[in-house]
C-alpha cells in the first residue's frame, strides 16, 4: 500500500495558542478514516495542515511522498480535493461557470463539466447563479468539482452537515470512488454518528491530541 499522508509528532500554534500537539497520524492508499471532536477541538487546522496549508511548528509531515514544509509539497497539491463547512462558490457566477472555472484551473477537460453536473442531479440547474442556490444544491456542485479533480486525497470537513439523504449519498459515492481508485479520504465532524459506518478507522480530537476509537 502507498501512504499518502504522514504526521509525526506535529504541534501546530494559531496566534500563540496550541490547536494541535504531538499528532502521529497516516493513512494509506485505498483507506477512509474519520476524526471527531467538538466544535473548536482543531479539525479543521488538521485537515489544513494535512494538505499542506498550515504550517508545522513542531514535528514533520508528508503528502504524497513531499515533504509538508518543503518546497516540493507545491507540485503534489493539485492531487488534494478539500470540501470545507462552508461552500466555496463564487457567487456570481453559474454552477456551470464555477466547474468550468475550477476545471481551467487545473487544467482539465472543460467537456467533463456537463457530465458530471448530470451525475450529481444539477444538469437542470446549471445555469441557476451559485448565491441565488440552496446549501445542498451549493454541496452539489463541490461534489462535482471533486469529481472533476479526480484526487488522490480527499479531504472532508462537515461536509455531511445539513444535507439531505440524496445528496449525502453523492458524498458517499464519491468516498467510494476516491479509495476505489487507490485515493484515501479523511473526514471530520462534530457529530461522530456522521462518521460511523462511513469510515475504516476513527480517531477523536481532544485538546489538540489524537486518539484512536476501538
Do not use: W, Y
Not at 33 to 60: C, M, W, Y
Not at 107 to 125: F, K, P, Q, S, T
Not at 127 to 152: D, I, M, Y
Amino acid at each position: 500500500m502507498t501512504r499518502i499522508v504522514a504526521l509525526r509528532g506535529v504541534g501546530v500554534s494559531l496566534g500563540g495558542r496550541p490547536v494541535l500537539r504531538g499528532v502521529d497520524f497516516s493513512l494509506e492508499s485505498g483507506d477512509s478514516i474519520g476524526v471527531s471532536g467538538p466544535n473548536g477541538s482543531g479539525k479543521t487546522t488538521l485537515l489544513r495542515t494535512i494538505a499542506s496549508l498550515t504550517r508545522i511548528d513542531e514535528g514533520e509531515g508528508s503528502l504524497l511522498g513531499a515533504d509538508i514544509s518543503g518546497d516540493e509539497v507545491f507540485a503534489v497539491r493539485s492531487s488534494v480535493s478539500m470540501i470545507g463547512h462552508v461552500p466555496a462558490l463564487i457567487g456570481e457566477l453559474t454552477l456551470r461557470e464555477n466547474l468550468v472555472h475550477a476545471a481551467r484551473l487545473r487544467g482539465e477537460a472543460i467537456e467533463r463539466v456537463d457530465r458530471v453536473l448530470l451525475v450529481v442531479g444539477l444538469g437542470g440547474a446549471a445555469a441557476n447563479h451559485a448565491n441565488e442556490s440552496s446549501f445542498g444544491t451549493k454541496r452539489r456542485v463541490e461534489v462535482a468539482r471533486a469529481l472533476l479533480a479526480e484526487p488522490r486525497l480527499l479531504l472532508l470537513d462537515e461536509a455531511l452537515s445539513g444535507l439531505d439523504e440524496a445528496a449525502k449519498g453523492l458524498v458517499d459515492a464519491l468516498v467510494a470512488r476516491v479509495t476505489g481508485s487507490g485515493g484515501g479520504v479523511v473526514m471530520v465532524s462534530h457529530d461522530p454518528t456522521q462518521l460511523a459506518g462511513r469510515c475504516e478507522r476513527s480517531f477523536l480530537l481532544v485538546d489538540g491530541r489524537l486518539e484512536a476509537v476501538a
